[in-house]
């Protein structure tokens, strides 16, 4: 398997425009997780969602932050419209629940808002 | 609020010496308590994991130990090297699949 892949690897945009990270998970995983990764505060839990049911959305930001999981093998958040606090790197994370699961993470995607 | 906190922010030693990165946590629920590690430009990878019944765990160099009574528990790495250079994470599992991370500690270890 070629593990979680997340796109796109880095993204530059200006304030207020719409950004979209996508993500694919592990084949047969059924929980994914979205993460913020700052120097301030580390990996943040954004959202999870297990069997593409949102369960958990009490970390995203704002009402500018949405994300999605329209079926197993793909997931989008959404910031719109973003801002320069926005910049990040973010993680998407996936696991087969049962037992000490091990969440796999994606590369990330740098994100800047200028 | 920060559900796990991590110490220290950041951590400088000798290669052979032993860093030890500390967390603390206040949820009882917790029930599963991994590290992970983390390269320069790639996600965190699962290094090492316990259970709240175990107080401590080894694997090859690294050792956690768990003090449930005072809700901490720490990471050890002995006779570190410079490829351990990394950013190590302390994580809590609630009783679902919520993984919630420390703020990390960028350790460096010189030759």
């Known amino acids: 398997d070629a593990g979680v892949i997340q796109s796109p690897r880095h993204e530059v945009t200006e304030m207020g425009q719409e950004v979209t990270l996508r993500c694919k998970p592990i084949?047969?995983?059924?929980?994914l997780f979205w993460y913020r990764q700052t120097m301030m505060r580390g990996l943040e839990l954004l959202i999870y969602?297990?069997?593409?049911?949102?369960?958990?959305d009490s970390g995203m930001p704002e009402d500018r932050f949405s994300a999605k999981m329209p079926n197993a093998s793909f997931s989008t958040l959404k910031i719109q419209p973003s801002e320069p606090r926005d910049s990040a790197v973010y993680f998407c994370?996936?696991?087969?629940?049962?037992?000490?699961?091990?969440?796999?993470f994606g590369q990330g995607t740098r994100l800047t808002v200028v | 609020q920060q559900q796990v906190k991590q110490s220290p922010q950041s951590l400088i030693v000798q290669k052979g010496g032993i860093p030890i990165i500390n967390c603390a946590y206040e949820?009882?629920?917790?029930?599963?308590f991994p590290w992970y590690q983390q390269f320069p430009g790639k996600g965190p990878a699962l290094l090492i994991a316990?259970?709240?019944?175990?107080s401590e765990k080894k694997e090859g160099r690294f050792t956690i130990s768990f003090n449930k009574s005072a809700k901490q528990f720490s990471l050890h790495i002995m006779d570190s090297q410079p490829g351990d250079s990394a950013t190590y994470f302390c994580?809590?599992?609630?009783?679902?699949?919520?993984?919630?991370f420390g703020t990390g500690t960028r350790l460096q270890v010189f030759p």
């Open positions: 316990i259970r709240p019944d175990v």
């Open positions: 994580a809590a599992r609630e009783n679902t699949d919520k993984l919630i």
């Open positions: 994370a996936s696991l087969r629940t049962g037992g000490l699961a091990e969440a796999f």
């Open positions: 949820n009882t629920a917790f029930d599963y």
């Open positions: 084949s047969g995983h059924n929980s």
């Open positions: 969602f297990n069997n593409n049911v949102p369960i958990d």
